[in-house]
């Protein structure tokens, strides 16, 4: 089966500060995505990543893919309160339309 | 905007009752899923659907059963619940894509607790 191993597991950053949190895969990744949770709450789609090298910017956050597809990084800068919340790299199954989860990275923000 | 509604955000059965959780989506999606999360095991998939009455296992089925009568709408069935299946239960829906390069959008999620 195809794990998803993110790193760390758990962040705490003085607001302001940049992190980077990594999503690796034992297999090539045919597509990757990236959500964040809020507590208690639903996944909130991010980015998706197909390629090999390719990056994506939404406001501070960039995403990453590795040119062998099996390491991706979400990079926040100058992180706010707001970018608190536990972010999950997803995965497609090589079967098609079902994903794979990592385990998750919980990142709080201090004021 | 893509919707995908359960039908409760919190629920407490007591050990034996039989539990239902209603997902509907209203973006014609042909798939939908059922994932529970427990820290520090992630997202597990129970159930998925690609069709109207199709269902297909997925990595922990045990002691679920789901129904798709309807395209928009996937319920996941306690048959019997235990205490191990308090947990928060989290439902998707995404189009059928032959790449299979597509997002899944996720429910709120209903948070159950059984006594």
């Known amino acids: 089966s195809q794990e998803l191993e993110q790193s760390p597991q758990s962040l705490i950053v003085q607001e302001g500060k940049n992190l980077t949190i990594n999503c690796t895969s034992s297999k090539t990744l045919y597509g990757l995505y990236w959500y964040k949770q809020k507590y208690g709450e639903g996944l909130i789609f991010l980015m998706m990543l197909q390629k090999g090298g390719e990056e994506k910017s939404h406001e501070k956050i960039t995403a990453k893919l590795d040119e062998k597809k099996q390491q991706s990084s979400l990079h926040i800068t100058a992180s706010q309160p707001s970018h608190a919340g536990t972010y999950l790299c997803?995965?497609?199954?090589?079967?098609?339309?079902?994903?794979?989860f990592g385990t998750g990275t919980s990142l709080t923000v201090i004021p | 905007d893509v919707k995908v509604t359960q039908s409760s955000r919190y629920l407490v059965k007591r050990t034996g009752e039989k539990v239902f959780l209603e997902c509907v989506q209203d973006?014609?999606?042909?798939?939908m899923f059922w994932y529970r999360q427990d820290p520090g095991l992630g997202l597990r998939l129970i159930y998925f659907?690609?069709?109207?009455?199709?269902?297909e296992k997925g990595d922990i089925p045990e002691g679920y059963s789901v129904s798709r009568e309807k395209k928009e709408r996937f319920s996941l069935i306690l048959e019997s619940a235990s205490t191990n299946q308090t947990s928060m239960y989290l439902c998707a829906s995404s189009l059928r894509l032959a790449s299979g390069y597509n997002e899944q959008f996720f429910g709120p999620g209903t948070r159950l607790t059984v006594l």
């Open positions: 973006m014609d999606h042909e798939n």
């Open positions: 997803g995965a497609d199954k090589d079967t098609g339309n079902q994903f794979y």
């Open positions: 659907s690609y069709d109207v009455k199709m269902k």
